[in-house]
């Protein structure tokens, strides 16, 4: 009886029918993956997330200003904050660099690599940066009416 060789996965007994199941199908279908491709979209989210976080932190300069030097960590979230940014941007350039460059031009594959490794390491920093930045709380000036 057929319904006794159904699998969970789907795949009932088709192959006897000559039919090809769903998931041989897309294997032949599917071309090889492009790598450089698949650099320049991740690059290009990277690069995305990074102007995300550079308005972030433009905003709580600007918090942090508007409260001026009596402010207890102003110093400090200023310098955090500046640092940030400056990180911020000179990601934005190697990530530019990364996605200029063909990653399959073999001579080049162990620049990228470093240049991936410096990114992802200054990436990290800023991360770090940013929850020390949250953690000191950036708060708006009260408005008094």
Same mark, same amino acid.
């Given at each position: 009886m057929a319904s006794e060789n159904i699998e969970m996965n789907g795949d009932a007994d088709?192959?006897?029918?000559?039919?090809?199941?769903?998931?041989?199908?897309?294997?032949?279908r599917q071309e090889p993956l492009n790598m450089?491709?698949?650099?320049?979209?991740?690059?290009?989210?990277?690069?995305?997330?990074?102007?995300? !976080?550079?308005?972030?932190?433009?905003?709580?300069?600007?918090? $942090? *200003? =508007?409260?001026?030097?009596?402010?207890?960590?102003?110093?400090?979230?200023i310098t955090v904050i500046s640092l940030s940014l400056i990180l911020q941007i000179i990601v934005?350039?190697?990530?530019?660099?990364?996605?200029?460059?063909? !990653?399959?031009?073999?001579?080049?594959?162990?620049?990228?690599? $470093? *240049? =991936?490794?410096i990114t992802t390491a200054l990436v990290f920093i800023i991360v770090v940066m940013n929850v020390f930045i949250t953690a000191f709380g950036v708060q708006r000036p009260n408005q008094r009416a």
């Open positions: 088709r192959t006897s029918g000559g039919e090809v199941p769903l998931r041989r199908r897309w294997r032949h450089n491709h698949y650099a320049n979209k991740k690059s290009a989210a990277e690069s995305m997330l990074d102007i995300a !976080l550079l308005m972030a932190n433009a905003s709580q300069l600007k918090a $942090v *200003l =508007e409260q001026g030097p009596e402010f207890s960590f102003y110093i400090p979230l934005g350039i190697l990530l530019i660099f990364i996605v200029k460059w063909n !990653l399959n031009d073999e001579s080049k594959q162990f620049k990228l690599n $470093v *240049l =991936e490794n």
